[in-house]
């Protein structure tokens, strides 16, 4: 699919709540970090199913089952049925299913969430290399996964067996900071080996394909703090996406991002969804959005002006993307994002 160049952030008049029909919401650095909702996400998901838009919680994260995040995102506050949770392991175990006979072994590397995904395409999980398992399935175990689990894998993938993983996700927020991913163990794998997973989960296509055969949304709008992972999904996907900066991703990654994990829209948190976005505008050799204007120099980002921080970051993300092009901005930021404290 070919895609267009994104070089500024896009405006919209209706809130956007009100301009798709589907929030295609990540959770972790999105509506929760280290088990706590993040600040305004209950009022702000809240008011936005109340106005009709559908709620769809899409994470990586495969380590717990569908009720188990819907009971999570309840107890927070927001009123979810496990049909709204969409995770990499339900995208993995469609993806192994279409690949291995009905009834066939699967080796699980990680936690609930993988087994009971495997289960509801009639697979059957095992933890031995020695239970004659036809693939290797490997996704995020948590931090008490015991390392002889990688063992298992490497042992089962030495024999031939085909490997797949949930995802390949490097760090995982949590409450104390970022931690570990799935990633980052899969590397393990990689390493021990020399071979390569099939994966499922974002940016590829088969989690993108899951999320759509179980909401059915028509017009959908990808939410996340990773630019990596969600937004990059959105792209693959043909769809448009929001940043919210309240997890992984900061101002300066942001003006340093390639076309495929530009976001459609930028916004401080969840509350981005009630309203609506301010347009990015030509303005002389620069870009303005609110009080601000941004220009792109030979070696530096300069910015005038004052107002909303992020209208500031909006423009400067116009001068940055089309300054660089198709490439990534190494333009100098540090002191234009100073002016905005970011």
Request: proline share 6%; net charge negative; glycine share 14%.
């Amino acid at each position: 699919m070919s895609q267009t160049v994104r070089t500024r952030p896009e405006g919209s008049v209706q809130p956007l709540s009100e301009a798709y029909d589907t929030a295609l919401l990540d959770l972790d650095g999105v509506v929760y970090a280290g088990g706590s909702a993040i600040a305004h996400a209950v009022e702000s998901l809240g008011r936005a199913s109340r106005g009709g838009m559908h709620l769809a919680y899409v994470t990586n994260n495969a380590l717990r089952t569908p009720d188990a995040v819907a009971a999570h995102l309840t107890e927070l506050g927001i009123p979810t049925g496990s049909s709204d949770v969409i995770t990499s392991a339900q995208a993995v175990a469609r993806l192994i299913s279409e690949q291995v006979p009905a009834g066939a072994r699967v080796l699980v590397i990680g936690g609930e969430g993988l087994r009971v995904a495997l289960r509801e395409r009639g697979l059957v999980p095992v933890e031995s290399a020695d239970d004659d398992p036809v693939a290797v399935v490997q996704g995020y175990g948590g931090p008490e996964l015991p390392w002889g689990r990688f063992a298992e894998a490497c042992y089962a993938i030495a024999r031939g067996v085909p490997w797949f993983a949930s995802n390949t996700d490097l760090t995982i927020p949590s409450a104390r900071g970022i931690a570990p991913g799935n990633g980052a163990a899969v590397e393990v794998v990689r390493i021990a080996t020399g071979a390569e997973p099939q994966v499922a989960g974002k940016p590829l296509p088969p989690m993108h394909r899951e999320t759509i055969l179980r909401t059915g949304a028509k017009r959908p709008l990808v939410v996340g703090d990773r630019l990596d992972t969600d937004i990059e999904g959105a792209f693959n996907g043909g769809v448009d996406s929001l940043l919210v900066l309240t997890g992984v991703t900061d101002g300066a990654q942001l003006l340093a991002a390639p076309p495929r994990h530009r976001p459609t829209y930028v916004d401080a948190d969840l509350r981005g969804l009630l309203t609506g976005q301010p347009e990015v505008v030509t303005a002389g050799g620069g870009f303005r959005c609110g009080g601000w204007t941004a220009t792109a120099g030979e070696e530096r980002l300069e910015l005038e002006g004052d107002g909303e921080a992020l209208d500031g970051l909006r423009a400067l993300c116009a001068a940055a993307w089309t300054a660089v092009g198709e490439g990534s901005c190494r333009l100098d930021r540090e002191k234009a994002l100073a002016r905005l404290g970011l």
